[in-house]
């Protein structure tokens, strides 16, 4: 078998790695992955005829003998090896990488640090959210001899997963955005969420590495304080004494004021929620470790506009859409209801989407959920089966609550019976697709 080292001198002759028998680039390493539904190897000799120079398997190929031996290299387990060489291909580097998991904000956050940071420096970061075993290694992989520094995210829904991920990043620095109730179904409960997430503490005190806490947040604090010896530096809202300004219907962005350097500091961004305040603070305590001149670090912050239904305000010829639908767990719905409950938006209409892999709590947090929707709505649209059955429990008000099997059923209904002139928060896991109602509003 082939050795990472060897390996990884056949990539230094390719122009780049990936995955996708369907994206391939002359000169590529093509590596065949297995997934439920497909198997990379069966696609290895496509990948080939259409230009990449080798192909990782972890299957002999029964046909096309004459794109065998030398192109194709058979390896024991080809995600494994991806992620081996990725490892090792981030030793080569001697450059800062920061780490980034947590149970709510982190992709927003990393979106954040990295829009900071390219203020100074030439950055590599997570593209959209792809944080997993896959995307991790391949986020690595567009590092190279110009990468200054690189916001690496990860994500994680069992025990286990973060070390995983950690040691194949080797981060200098790292932050937890939030510990909350998500994946309870991997994790098991809150608790295991913490010893999950705080993983990467272990590792970079291990490794002497930089942790970024809010200090805020109590569940942080303890998991700060249990690891003696851990480097810090600490951020928080109250903390440093932050004010967030009341949003309006006119303009209902986070505004945030505080003081700095012995004057006061106002932030605009065009970020939705109040909850977004612990992201930003995060992004501008590592802009400041890494000395960005702090004007050019709030100059990013207000610059940046999310996507991919996170926070996003999309007003439409109908209605105002609060879109924050790619995904939701107890915390994070929570925090978005209380938001939109505090802000004095005209005629209210919530569609809430199940909160998915929260095991034996489900039940108990859908309806919790409900409740809290039916108190700062007069109009709540559920889809899904846990919000259907809370729905019943509740014996909710079908005057003010209505549950949809599927997101197919609401968009039926909301054709029949169109909705203007109301602001609308869009929320939900993102299996649920609750995304595709924006078309019909």
């Excluded at 590792?203 to 851990?230: K, P, T």
């Excluded at 008000?397 to 039926?412: G, S, W, Y």
């Amino acid at each position: 078998m082939i050795s990472v080292e060897e390996l990884y001198a056949l990539y230094k002759r390719c122009s780049g790695i990936t995955t996708d028998s369907r994206n391939i680039k002359d000169g590529v390493m093509f590596f065949a992955l297995k997934g439920e539904k497909f198997d990379g190897n069966d696609f290895a000799l496509e990948a080939l005829k259409s230009g990449a120079r080798y192909a990782v398997v972890d299957r002999f190929l029964l046909e096309g003998t004459a794109y065998r031996g030398r192109k194709c290299i058979v390896v024991e387990n080809s995600l494994a090896m991806l992620q081996s060489m990725a490892a090792y291909h981030r030793k080569q580097l001697d450059i800062p990488v920061i780490g980034i998991t947590g149970t709510n904000g982190k992709t927003t956050t990393k979106e954040l640090v990295a829009a900071v940071l390219s203020k100074k420096y030439d950055v590599v970061a997570t593209r959209e959210n792809f944080n997993n075993h896959i995307g991790v290694p391949l986020t690595l992989f567009r590092l190279d001899e110009r990468s200054e520094i690189a916001v690496v995210e990860m994500g994680a829904s069992a025990p286990g997963e973060i070390a995983e991920l950690t040691r194949i990043v080797q981060p200098t620095c790292g932050i937890i955005t939030t510990v909350g109730k998500a994946h309870l179904q991997g994790f098991g409960s809150l608790e295991g969420v913490k010893k999950a997430k705080g993983e990467l503490y272990d590792i970079l005190r291990q490794r002497g590495g930089i942790v970024f806490y809010n200090a805020d947040n109590e569940h942080l604090c303890e998991m700060v304080s249990h690891r003696q010896g851990l480097r810090t530096r600490k951020y928080g809202v109250r903390e440093q004494g932050v004010k967030i300004l009341p949003a309006t219907p006119e303009n209902p962005y986070l505004k945030m004021e505080f003081e700095k350097d012995s004057r006061t500091v106002t932030i605009a961004t065009r970020m939705v929620g109040a909850y977004n305040a612990d992201n930003v603070m995060a992004a501008l305590a590592i802009g400041e470790y890494f000395e960005v001149p702090f004007g050019k670090a709030v100059a990013a912050i207000e610059a940046y506009s999310p996507s991919n239904n996170r926070s996003q305000l999309v007003k439409t010829k109908k209605n105002t859409l609060i879109v924050d639908a790619y995904n939701a767990n107890p915390t994070s719905m929570k925090a978005a209801l209380d938001n939109f409950r505090s802000t004095e938006f005209p005629e209210k209409v919530l569609m809430l989407g199940d909160m998915l892999e929260l095991g034996q709590e489900s039940s108990e947090e859908h309806r919790a959920a409900l409740q809290l929707a039916m108190e700062t709505a007069p109009a709540v649209y559920v889809v899904g089966e846990e919000f259907g059955r809370a729905f019943r429990t509740l014996h909710a008000d079908p005057r003010q609550v209505k549950a949809f099997t599927d997101i197919e059923a609401l968009k039926a209904y909301v054709q029949e019976h169109p909705i203007e002139g109301r602001t609308i928060l869009i929320k939900g896991s993102n299996g649920n697709h609750m995304q595709k109602i924006v078309d019909v509003l």
